[in-house]
């Protein structure tokens, strides 16, 4: 019976090694198809500012495309 109260103690104390949890990370910048191209950074290439720029030709392609959806729409009976 009383190694039951002396294994739970161990356990806990176990668990808190006395080290600090690793800072939050930064929250994922940009679309999920760029993320890879973002990852360049640690090699050595512009991956951000490369990333930044086929974001905003990804989403003026989705604007594009949503405007011609709607035209469809609005031009059929």
């Keep these: 019976m009383r190694l039951t109260p002396l294994l739970l103690l161990a356990t806990l104390l176990a ?5 600090e949890p690793p800072p939050p990370q930064d ?3 940009g679309r999920e198809e760029t993320r890879g191209i973002r ?3 640690a090699i050595g290439y512009a991956g951000d500012a ?6 905003e030709a990804l989403d ?3 604007a594009r495309t949503s ?4 035209a469809i ?3 059929q009976p």
Aim: net charge negative; with cysteine.
């Design 27 to 29: 929250p994922v910048e």
């Design 67 to 70: 405007r011609i959806d709607a």
């Design 39 to 41: 990852n360049t950074e």
């Design 50 to 55: 490369i990333a930044d720029r086929v974001d």
């Design 60 to 62: 003026a392609n989705d």
């Design 73 to 75: 729409d609005e031009s």
């Design 15 to 19: 668990a808190c090694d006395g080290r």
